[in-house]
């Protein structure tokens, strides 16, 4: 497996802390709205990683967080809870909106055949460890109080923009414009480990600890749960590559402090998906979610389709146009597996296949190799199924699930004796109407001397 490192900014050859093992740790979502479809870009990849570390003949474990409880709205520690503005925004208590977003996410995740990470653990459900890590930071001399909270003092890691390469000035920090610098902190880039007094006094999700009744920072549940999960080093952390400058320098730095030694081989980030307008954001309102998509007409998999034609470190510009092309690409290439013969055994393809992802999780190329399969006249129709089958273990598009009909019947014949007697009556606008809602309900007309039939698209 070959992989892009953040840290070094090469494609690397990867090595395995401990031969033929992987552990991978993957930020997780922050639960106070749904995910967006840029988030769930993130989640396809990294699932995408993992499976092909499986299919590479890797063990893997697979650790993530998540995030109910201290992201404020900047990755700094500034603008106000995410919780607190989500449980505001329904009249529910912040417990609640934890629970319904969490449990929206994995049914997110499911839709796309996105498989749940080997262990997945709650922020809130650490406290006991976060103070116990504080207290450690605290004993080394990398955390200060003041002013009620904990800090961890930034100039006590020579090798903070060691990831980022950003100068301290470029970081975020309370000086922008429109935010306050926090007078606590002793250089305007450290960042809060715990907090007892922020400017947000409704704050419900607070715990009594040695530092006083509060709650923790955003970046420390991520090096604590990876720590929990996984032990003192990894061979691969994964993120949106909004992460880079604040929450994985921060995770880095807190995190080899209390351990005392490096803690992770391979930073793996995955671009953006952008939209017209730019970046993709809750903040603005609407956005576009998975279920969303499902109203516009396009099955997750046509999105998950959509998603893996292009590289995951290259950003990615969402369209109409670029899923309606998926749409058909996706529909008439299932139309093609489901019609191919029982599977026969065969090595054909498995290694081209596997040099596809082992390029850094190149699926696009991958995607390609299905239609060279399909296409290769020397192999048999099972032959093809066969190989297909193998593939679909990583890209998981569902290319042999047959789809559900769900379809009225009765509503479709009433719409076609309605466009005939329109044609009768030659009216072709109405015609034409009635062709076009059944275009939309995914079925096509065929029109002959016999009469109209129809089928599914
Ligand atoms: P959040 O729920 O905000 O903590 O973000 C969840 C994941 O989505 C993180 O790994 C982010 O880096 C990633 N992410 C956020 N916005 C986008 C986007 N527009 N495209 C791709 N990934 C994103
Ligand atoms: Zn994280």
Same mark, same amino acid.
């Given at each position: 497996?070959?992989?892009?490192?953040?840290?070094?900014?090469?494609?690397?050859?990867?090595?395995?802390?401990?031969?033929?093992?992987?552990?991978?740790?993957?930020?997780?979502?922050?639960?106070?709205?749904?995910?967006?479809?840029?988030?769930?870009?993130?989640?396809?990849?990294?699932?995408?990683?993992?499976?092909?570390?499986?299919?590479?003949?890797? @063990?893997?474990? +697979?650790?993530?967080?998540?995030?109910?409880?201290?992201?404020?709205? *900047?990755?700094? $520690? &500034?603008? #106000?809870? =995410?919780?607190?503005?989500?449980?505001?925004?329904?009249?529910?208590?912040?417990?609640?909106?934890?629970?319904?977003?969490?449990?929206?996410?994995?049914?997110?995740?499911?839709?796309?055949?996105?498989?749940?990470?080997?262990?997945?653990?709650?922020?809130?459900?650490?406290?006991?460890?976060?103070?116990?890590?504080?207290?450690?930071?605290?004993?080394?001399?990398?955390?200060?109080?003041?002013?009620?909270?904990?800090?961890?003092?930034?100039?006590?890691?020579?090798?903070?923009?060691?990831?980022?390469?950003?100068?301290?000035?470029?970081?975020?920090?309370?000086?922008?414009?429109?935010?306050?610098?926090? @007078?606590?902190? +002793?250089?305007?880039?450290?960042?809060?480990?715990?907090?007892?007094? *922020?400017?947000? $006094? &409704?704050? #419900?999700? =607070?715990?009594?600890?040695?530092?006083?009744?509060?709650?923790?920072?955003?970046?420390?549940?991520?090096?604590?749960?990876?720590?929990?999960?996984?032990?003192?080093?990894?061979?691969?952390?994964?993120?949106?590559?909004?992460?880079?400058?604040?929450?994985?320098?921060?995770?880095?730095?807190?995190?080899?402090?209390?351990?005392?030694?490096?803690?992770?081989?391979?930073?793996?980030?995955?671009?953006?998906?952008?939209?017209?307008?730019?970046?993709?954001?809750?903040?603005?309102?609407?956005?576009?979610?998975?279920?969303?998509?499902?109203?516009?007409?396009?099955?997750?998999?046509?999105?998950?389709?959509?998603?893996?034609?292009?590289?995951?470190?290259?950003?990615?510009?969402?369209?109409?146009?670029?899923?309606?092309?998926?749409?058909?690409?996706?529909?008439?290439?299932?139309?093609?597996?489901?019609?191919?013969?029982?599977?026969?055994?065969?090595?054909?393809?498995?290694?081209?296949?596997?040099?596809?992802?082992?390029?850094?999780?190149?699926?696009?190329?991958?995607?390609?190799?299905?239609?060279?399969?399909?296409?290769?006249?020397?192999?048999?129709?099972?032959?093809?199924?066969?190989?297909?089958?193998?593939?679909?273990?990583?890209?998981?598009?569902?290319?042999?699930?047959?789809?559900?009909?769900?379809?009225?019947?009765?509503?479709?014949?009433?719409?076609?004796?309605?466009?005939?007697?329109?044609?009768?009556?030659?009216?072709?606008?109405?015609?034409?109407?009635?062709?076009?809602?059944?275009?939309?309900?995914?079925?096509?007309?065929?029109?002959?001397?016999?009469?109209?039939?129809?089928?599914?698209?």
């Amino acid at each position: 497996m070959r992989l892009y490192n953040t840290m070094s900014l090469n494609v690397e050859e990867f090595v395995p802390i401990e031969a033929g093992r992987v552990k991978i740790y993957t930020c997780g979502p922050t639960v106070y709205n749904y995910a967006h479809i840029g988030n769930l870009r993130t989640y396809v990849s990294e699932d995408i990683l993992v499976r092909a570390f499986r299919f590479l003949g890797y @063990e893997v474990s +697979r650790a993530m967080n998540i995030t109910d409880v201290g992201h404020l709205e *900047s990755d700094a $520690d &500034e603008g #106000e809870d =995410k919780m607190l503005k989500g449980a505001r925004r329904e009249r529910k208590t912040v417990w609640d909106i934890a629970d319904y977003y969490t449990e929206a996410f994995f049914r997110d995740m499911a839709k796309l055949n996105l498989e749940t990470p080997d262990i997945v653990m709650r922020a809130t459900d650490q406290i006991e460890d976060y103070i116990e890590f504080i207290s450690v930071l605290e004993e080394k001399g990398y955390a200060y109080r003041a002013g009620g909270n904990v800090y961890y003092d930034v100039s006590k890691f020579p090798r903070y923009t060691e990831l980022s390469r950003m100068p301290l000035e470029n970081l975020q920090h309370g000086t922008r414009g429109d935010v306050e610098l926090d @007078e606590n902190k +002793r250089n305007p880039y450290d960042f809060a480990l715990w907090f007892t007094k *922020s400017k947000f $006094d &409704e704050q #419900e999700m =607070k715990w009594d600890s040695p530092f006083g009744r509060g709650y923790p920072g955003w970046h420390l549940e991520c090096s604590v749960i990876a720590l929990k999960a996984l032990g003192e080093r990894l061979d691969i952390h994964c993120g949106g590559v909004d992460h880079i400058s604040t929450h994985h320098t921060n995770e880095i730095a807190q995190t080899e402090s209390f351990t005392g030694q490096k803690w992770v081989n391979y930073w793996w980030h995955a671009e953006f998906l952008l939209t017209d307008d730019g970046k993709m954001s809750k903040s603005k309102g609407e956005f576009l979610s998975l279920s969303r998509l499902e109203e516009l007409g396009y099955d997750p998999m046509v999105y998950k389709y959509f998603l893996l034609g292009s590289h995951y470190r290259r950003q990615l510009a969402f369209s109409d146009e670029g899923m309606d092309t998926a749409k058909t690409a996706y529909h008439k290439l299932k139309e093609r597996t489901l019609a191919l013969a029982e599977p026969i055994e065969t090595t054909a393809y498995i290694d081209e296949f596997k040099a596809a992802l082992a390029d850094d999780l190149n699926t696009a190329n991958a995607l390609t190799l299905i239609y060279t399969v399909l296409k290769d006249d020397k192999l048999s129709s099972g032959e093809k199924r066969y190989i297909i089958e193998q593939m679909e273990t990583v890209l998981g598009l569902d290319l042999f699930v047959e789809p559900e009909i769900d379809v009225d019947t009765a509503k479709i014949e009433r719409l076609i004796a309605e466009r005939n007697q329109a044609k009768q009556a030659k009216n072709w606008a109405e015609a034409d109407r009635l062709r076009d809602e059944l275009q939309a309900m995914g079925i096509s007309l065929m029109d002959s001397k016999e009469g109209t039939t129809w089928k599914l698209n």
